[in-house]
């Protein structure tokens, strides 16, 4: 009896609706990270070179990863319960971030939406950043363990879904500063918190530094240089897909090696050795 008893409060005690908070301190910030991650997350998975015939469930899954993997690797770091468990709106945005980005991935027979995807990374890496380094201050960490936190939560998302679309990561090899440019925001943020600028105001400065280089790199090309490779391994192609010519249709060589040049029938066109280069 008294077991019933004890189950009976407890089940009285379970809210659905607890815990919401859209507006809290740096949460407004976060959930856009995280839902604009998600969205990237649904993009992704539904790519030519990560798809592996997912299903729906899959790729709203992809998006779960996509959207609070960082949040919650850098919430686990920090020791604290992950935000993603405590206010249902992470999950929620997050599924429906994914929703959108499944149904507009693809159209039959046109080009897949690589522009808005590389746009909407380059809009929410410097947010995750800036979180993750408040987060990282906020809980006492030195200053180079909250540039880590920069690093770890907009990257972490993108390695989940890389892993388990079997691709390397993106963080080890060749891109537009990905990496250190969720450095670069996170020490953005702190030196202009440090010098006195406020919550918003340091925020609003990282992000403007962090996405306007992040969208140069994108536009220009801008990459890690590769490490010296030994003799006799395969040098990586220098033609890198620029988000400029991608637009202007301009470098149909590297959309086919991305597989992002589809035909009429939605099937991937196979690459031509006589296509063009670009520089």
């Not at 990459?223 to 470098?251: C, F, W």
């Amino acid at each position: 009896m008294i077991s019933l008893l004890d189950d009976a409060v407890l089940a009285s005690s379970v809210t659905f609706l607890k815990g919401w908070d859209l507006w809290g301190n740096f949460t407004t910030i976060d959930l856009i990270a995280a839902t604009t991650n998600a969205l990237n997350g649904a993009l992704l998975a539904r790519r030519p070179d990560h798809y592996k015939n997912f299903t729906i469930v899959g790729i709203l899954l992809m998006a779960l990863l996509g959207g609070l993997g960082g949040g919650i690797s850098r919430d686990v770091l920090l020791g604290d319960v992950p935000a993603a468990l405590t206010n249902p709106a992470y999950i929620t945005l997050c599924l429906a971030a994914g929703v959108v980005g499944y149904l507009i991935a693809y159209s039959s027979g046109q080009l897949f939406r690589e522009g808005l995807f590389q746009f909407m990374t380059s809009f929410s890496l410097p947010w995750y950043a800036i979180v993750a380094a408040q987060k990282g201050i906020g809980a006492g960490v030195p200053v180079l363990g909250a540039i880590l936190l920069a690093v770890v939560g907009p990257t972490a998302g993108r390695w989940l879904i890389d892993v388990s679309c079997g691709v390397t990561p993106k963080q080890f090899i060749r891109g537009e500063w990905f990496v250190s440019i969720a450095a670069l925001t996170g020490a953005v943020w702190i030196v202009a918190t440090w010098a006195g600028a406020g919550t918003w105001l340091a925020a609003g400065i990282a992000f403007a530094i962090g996405f306007t280089v992040r969208v140069i790199a994108l536009y220009r090309a801008w990459e890690e240089p590769l490490a010296s490779e030994p003799a006799g391994v395969y040098q990586h192609s220098d033609g890198r897909p620029h988000l400029g010519r991608k637009i202007s249709h301009m470098s149909q060589r590297e959309l086919r090696d991305l597989g992002l040049v589809v035909d009429d029938k939605g099937q991937v066109a196979e690459a031509s050795g006589g296509a063009s280069r670009s520089s």
